[in-house]
């Protein structure tokens, strides 16, 4: 598919690219081989398409598995979408947000989801404990899952995602093989939840809660940057809340020098409260 390709379909269907939905639509499948043999692929996977487009990837992958889910936001591509694949019989075309529209089962993903999706898109994913999803996402996001303790990209995401699944990056994808063309490059991204995690946590929700307020306040010692969330979540006065801060583990140091585990700990601490 060439950049030609796109800007006629884009003419011949009277649809102008939007730029809310994050509509950057790729150019080059050379891509899909590689998408398909990192997910390690087979015949008997259902694949969830997220953010299908006009079915270039989802075309590709047809003949590559058992179905397809090909879910698309914009009613006028789904519209696209139902004609194309009016008569195969393993693809089923879902109109929504993927996020909140019901879906049928699927047990791997390959997409190339709008930007604005990604962070939402990869909790979403790992929440449903899919075999692998492999996705292009925007270069500066996906670093910052793989980023190294005290780094500038290291944040709660790092923290929560390395506790679900490794992430790992491979092919750069220029921004040249996309239109309209984006103002960053991407990269493919592959999930794969862990068999075993790297430590468990008690209350998977107040970890996440606790490591993304955490991230808010990085370069303050610990006791000081948990004692504000101690007053507000358990509505304690401020002295209580500093003398308890310095009971627990690490207090001295801060997020952004913590390790994942580290933030394990003061989560489980914390649901010992």
Not at 34 to 57: E, W, Y
Not at 180 to 207: C, G, M, N, T, Y
Request: aromatic fraction near 10%; proline fraction near 6%.
């Amino acid at each position: 598919m060439s950049l030609e390709s796109i800007e006629q379909l884009l003419l011949a269907h009277h649809i102008n690219p939007n730029k809310v939905l994050g509509q950057n639509f790729m150019v080059e499948p050379a891509f899909y081989p590689k998408l398909c043999s990192l997910a390690h692929l087979s015949d008997s996977d259902v694949v969830l398409d997220a953010g299908a487009g006009f079915g270039l990837l989802t075309r590709y992958l047809v003949g590559k598995c058992f179905g397809v889910v090909a879910v698309e936001k914009d009613r006028q591509l789904v519209k696209v979408l139902c004609r194309e694949f009016s008569s195969a019989l393993n693809v089923v075309v879902v109109e929504g947000d993927v996020l909140t529209v019901s879906l049928p089962l699927f047990n791997k993903v390959i997409a190339i989801p709008p930007y604005y999706l990604s962070s939402d898109l990869v909790l979403w994913l790992l929440d449903r404990r899919v075999d692998y999803a492999v996705l292009i996402v925007q270069k500066e996001f996906a670093q910052r899952l793989v980023a190294e303790v005290g780094s500038d990209a290291y944040g709660w995401l790092t923290v929560v995602v390395g506790q679900l699944a490794k992430a790992e990056l491979f092919d750069e994808v220029p921004k040249e093989l996309f239109y309209p063309q984006p103002e960053v490059d991407s990269i493919i991204l592959r999930i794969q939840p862990w068999k075993h995690k790297p430590f468990e946590v008690k209350d998977p929700a107040q970890f996440i809660q606790l490591v993304k307020w955490l991230f808010t306040q990085r370069n303050k010692k610990l006791a000081k940057a948990l004692t504000p969330y101690l007053k507000s979540h358990f509505k304690l006065g401020k002295k209580d809340a500093e003398k308890v801060t310095l009971q627990w583990p690490f207090y001295d140091k801060r997020p952004r020098e913590l390790t994942p585990n580290n933030f394990g700990v003061i989560a489980d601490a914390l649901s010992n409260y």
